[in-house]
């Protein structure tokens, strides 16, 4: 027969290993949270209030590369010209706002004083 008390319980020389795995399982964890998770999640929310801050005549770059101007909104659509030709897409596929990064960059840095 087997003896249970060997089954239930690790040699005192195990118990320790356990403890390292268990911390290097948290260390690794960390790690994806803090270089891929978290930072993800900051450019999901950035996008998102991109995309609520959206306006009619703001110049857009849909996520196909199609440059044009927004000329109506809906809740999921938005009407953007390009050229002589309109648009209709989804609004999640809007990029980036093209005459917003330009007042973003200048209102960001201060202005210098003599």
């Not at 089954?7 to 795995?21: I, K, N, V």
């Amino acid at each position: 027969m087997y003896d249970l008390s060997v089954l239930l319980f690790a040699p005192s020389g195990q118990q320790g290993m356990g403890g390292w795995l268990v911390f290097q399982m948290v260390a690794i964890f960390g790690i994806f949270y803090f270089l891929i998770i978290r930072p993800q999640r900051k450019q999901q929310e950035r996008h998102r209030q991109l995309l609520a801050s959206l306006q009619r005549g703001d110049r857009v770059v849909t996520s196909g590369g199609i440059i044009g101007e927004v000329i109506h909104l809906k809740d999921d659509e938005v009407t953007v010209k390009s050229g002589e030709s309109r648009l209709i897409v989804l609004r999640s596929n809007i990029a980036n706002i093209l005459n917003r990064s330009v007042e973003a960059s200048t209102s960001a840095a201060p202005p210098k004083s003599q």
